[in-house]
């Protein structure tokens, strides 16, 4: 039996919408129909390259062609604008991260997919790579123990140049903020997603080595995990000539360290083994191992370097979103799941801005 393959269409063209129209192209059970941005030439390149129609605007592609979903691929601030209007005019859609720059455009997209009945996936990549789902699942089955502390580092380099160069990134209006909402957005979704809910966070912030930009080029910040586990984020497009995005995580029964999307340390105490007395260089290297069990995937962190040059990753989240709709079921990073580093992130600011801890619980939705 043949399946109806679910009908998309992008609205944005410039860097991350090609993205998204090869991950379409590499699924059996979706294709690309339409494409839209404001400047036209946008649109009829990706348009002719993936043989079909290029709009100006989003109104005119919902009024022209059948879609069943939308991805929504506008600069940060857009997104629930493009998302509200996809949703009512009756679409499912992708949105890519964050899912907004504040938690009340975040709630309103919320209000309207529940009026809507619609399916909304919000993009965090990097859940699906194997690396993070062999961690995920280590923690979740107690392979690590209690956990203990965990840590999210992003150090990276951006030229003056990059932000000179386009008029959204780096606003608070349209990006919502500088490193932290823009680059580390990844990393803090990571870091919660296999620790657990935030519950209070201090953090400084400074514009350190760029000029001429509103927001942040350098964040740190120590979290309170609500079980009482600890944890910290650094986060910095200061750090010249450009280093990697590392997340670990620390138990006591075991640890990992994900290094570039790379599976870089595992180690778990073994079934009935007490958590041993190791020296200062750990315990053997597992990572090798577990990576065998998992399948290594496409690394998609050129990101580091090189905005334009990320991988096939957004294939696998576009997949389980077509899969949810198929399947009327949530997709795995939904709203409510999209909103969580938007409400880490909002607490850091909050806290860099009054100079006390912050509460991240009371940002979280109530109901
Ligand atoms: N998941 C990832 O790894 C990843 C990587 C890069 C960017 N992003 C996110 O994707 C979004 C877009 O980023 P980008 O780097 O592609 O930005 P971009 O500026 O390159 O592209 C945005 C496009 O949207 C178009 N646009 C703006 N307003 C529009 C409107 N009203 N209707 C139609 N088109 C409109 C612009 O003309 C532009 O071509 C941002 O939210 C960013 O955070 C995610």
Redesign the pocket.
């Known amino acids: 039996m043949t399946v109806e393959k679910l009908r998309f269409g992008i609205?944005?063209?410039?860097?991350?919408?090609p993205h998204h129209a090869r991950a379409i192209a590499g699924l059996e059970s979706a294709e690309l129909v339409a494409v839209?941005?404001?400047?036209p030439e946008?649109a009829k390149k990706l348009g002719s390259e993936y043989e079909c129609f290029p709009y100006p605007?989003?109104e005119e592609m919902l009024s022209s062609v059948d879609l069943d979903a939308v991805c929504v691929?506008?600069?940060?601030g857009?997104?629930a604008e493009?998302a509200i209007t996809a949703l009512e005019a009756g679409k499912h859609v992708v949105i890519?991260?964050?899912v907004d720059v504040t938690l009340e455009a975040a709630d309103r997209l919320l209000e309207v997919q529940r009026v809507t009945g619609r399916k909304v996936a919000v993009?965090s990549?990097h859940r699906f790579d194997a690396a993070t789902q062999a961690v995920h699942d280590a923690i979740t089955s107690g392979k690590f123990g209690r956990l203990t502390s965990g840590s999210a580092e992003v150090r990276w380099w951006r030229s003056q140049s990059y932000y000179d160069s386009?008029g959204?990134r780096e606003t608070w209006e349209l990006d919502g903020g500088g490193v932290l909402i823009?680059q580390a957005i990844?990393s803090i979704d990571l870091l919660q997603w296999l620790m657990g809910p935030v519950d209070e966070v201090t953090a400084y912030t400074g514009l350190l080595s760029h000029e001429r930009i509103e927001v942040e080029d350098t964040a740190v910040a120590i979290l309170k995990f609500a079980d009482g586990t600890l944890g910290t984020i650094v986060a910095t497009t200061a750090a010249y000539p450009g280093l990697t995005a590392t997340i670990a995580v620390h138990g006591d029964r075991g640890s990992a360290i994900i290094d570039d999307d790379e599976l870089r340390y595992f180690h778990a105490a073994g079934e009935g083994q007490e958590g041993e007395a190791y020296g200062a260089s750990g315990g053997e290297n597992q990572a090798e191992e577990i990576m065998e069990r998992y399948g290594e995937v496409e690394s998609a962190t050129g990101?580091g370097a090189d905005?334009g040059s990320?991988s096939m990753a957004h294939r696998d989240q576009i997949q389980d979103f077509v899969e949810a709709v198929r399947e009327d079921r949530v997709p795995s990073i939904n709203l409510e799941e999209g909103r969580k580093p938007l409400s880490i992130i909002q607490g850091i600011y909050e806290s860099a801005r009054v100079g006390e801890p912050v509460r991240i619980r009371e940002l979280e939705r109530q109901g």
Not at 11 to 17: F, S
Not at 36 to 39: E, F, R, T, Y
Not at 73 to 76: A, D, G, H
């Open positions: 609205l944005g063209c410039g860097v991350i919408g839209a941005d404001v400047i946008l605007s989003l691929c506008t600069p940060s857009m997104h493009g890519e991260k964050p993009v990549q386009d959204w823009n990844h990101a905005p990320l």
